[in-house]
C-alpha cells in the first residue's frame, strides 16, 4: 500500500516519506534494544579539525562505532564527532594507512548482487542517467568525462547511452573492474596523479567516492586542474541518517545503512562543500541532500 502510494508521489514526496519510514524504524529498534536506546548523550570537546583546517573548534561527540568491514584493523575504537563550524561528521581517529589497505588492496568490492545481476545494474544505471538529464549535465560527441573511482563506471556508462560520441576516462585505485567496463574508453589504475593533469574534461563525477578521502578538498583541487572552463563536477556521497538533528545522538546512525567503519572517513555538509569549493577555485552550483531518502547528498560544481 505505502510502496503503492509512494510511485504517485513525486520525488521529493518519496524521499520524505522514506525519510520517515527508516525514521520511524530507528525508533522502534531503538525501543527494542535498551543497549542503544540511549540519545542526546552527546559531549562537548574543543579540538581541531581536520576538514575546515580550523584550530580548537567546538565538536560533539556524537557517540562509539565499531568497524563494520571483518578487518582485521589497527584500530577498532572509533567514535564520530561533529564540528560545529563545518558541519561535517567524521571518523576520529583517522583511519591508519594500514587500515586503509586492509580496505580496499585486500578485498573484493565488487561482488554483491548490485554488480552481478542485470535488473540491478540497469536500475543503477536508470537513476544515473536520470540525474545527469536533469541536471542538463549530459556531454556532448566531442566531449571528454573523467570518472573518479570509478569501480564500475556507472556515469560514464550513463554519458556513453546518452551521447555514444562522448569519450570516456575512468580513474580507479583498483583493478578490478579496470577490463570489466566496455564503455570506458580509457581505464586508468591509479590514483588521481595518473591521470594528466592537463584541462581536458568538460564533465566529471565522484560518485559515492569522497567519503572515503583523507583529504577530500585535495581531491577537489586535483579535479579543477583536469576541468575545461564550464566544465561541471558531480557528487555524490552519503550525508546522514535521515532528518539526523544532534540531539538525537549516536543511535540513528547505528541503522544507517550507509555507516561504513572505517571506509566511510567523513560525512560532509553543504557549509564545507561551499567552502572547499572556493578553496579549489570552483563554483557551487547545486545542494540537495534529499537523496534516497534523506540519507545522501548530491552537489555540481563549475570551473568558471
Ligand atoms: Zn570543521
Not at 563536477?233 to 550507509?258: C, D, F, M, N, V
Request: glycine residues 4%.
Amino acid at each position: 500500500m505505502l510502496r503503492r502510494l509512494a510511485r504517485l508521489l513525486p520525488q521529493n514526496g518519496r524521499n520524505r516519506l522514506r525519510a520517515w519510514q527508516l525514521k520511524s524504524l530507528d525508533a522502534w529498534r531503538g525501543r527494542r534494544d535498551p543497549n542503544i536506546s540511549s540519545t542526546g548523550e552527546s559531549a562537548d570537546v574543543e579540538r581541531d579539525c581536520r576538514f575546515c583546517a580550523t584550530a580548537r573548534v567546538g565538536h560533539l561527540v556524537i557517540g562509539n562505532v565499531a568497524p563494520t568491514h571483518p578487518g582485521p584493523f589497527e584500530h577498532e575504537d572509533y567514535r564520530l564527532l561533529l564540528c560545529t563550524l563545518c558541519e561535517v561528521v567524521y571518523l576520529d581517529p583517522q583511519p591508519s594507512d594500514r587500515d586503509l589497505q586492509t580496505l580496499y588492496q585486500d578485498s573484493v568490492q565488487f561482488s554483491d548482487k548490485t554488480y552481478s545481476d542485470d535488473a540491478a545494474a540497469l536500475r543503477v544505471l536508470d537513476s544515473y542517467t536520470r540525474r545527469i538529464d536533469r541536471l542538463g549535465l549530459v556531454p556532448t560527441a566531442a566531449q571528454s568525462v573523467l570518472e573518479v573511482g570509478a569501480g564500475l563506471a556507472w556515469v560514464s556508462r550513463a554519458c556513453k547511452q546518452r551521447s555514444p560520441g562522448v569519450h570516456t576516462v575512468a580513474q580507479d585505485v583498483s583493478t578490478e573492474c579496470a577490463t570489466a567496463c566496455p564503455w570506458v574508453d580509457e581505464y586508468i589504475v591509479g590514483t588521481i596523479q595518473a591521470v594528466s593533469r592537463e584541462p581536458r574534461f568538460a564533465f566529471a563525477s565522484m560518485t559515492h567516492v569522497i567519503e572515503h578521502l583523507i583529504d577530500p578538498a585535495v581531491m577537489l583541487i586535483e579535479m579543477e586542474a583536469r576541468m575545461l572552463r564550464g566544465g561541471h563536477i558531480y557528487i555524490t556521497a552519503p550525508y546522514r541518517p535521515p532528518l539526523w538533528k544532534p540531539r538525537e545522538g549516536i543511535r540513528p546512525w547505528l541503522h544507517y545503512s550507509y555507516l561504513h567503519v572505517p571506509a566511510h572517513i567523513a560525512y560532509l555538509s553543504q557549509t564545507w562543500l561551499r567552502q572547499a569549493a572556493a578553496k579549489a577555485r570552483l563554483e557551487f552550483v547545486h545542494w540537495d541532500d534529499t537523496h534516497d531518502g534523506h540519507q545522501v547528498f548530491e552537489a555540481v560544481l563549475r570551473k568558471p
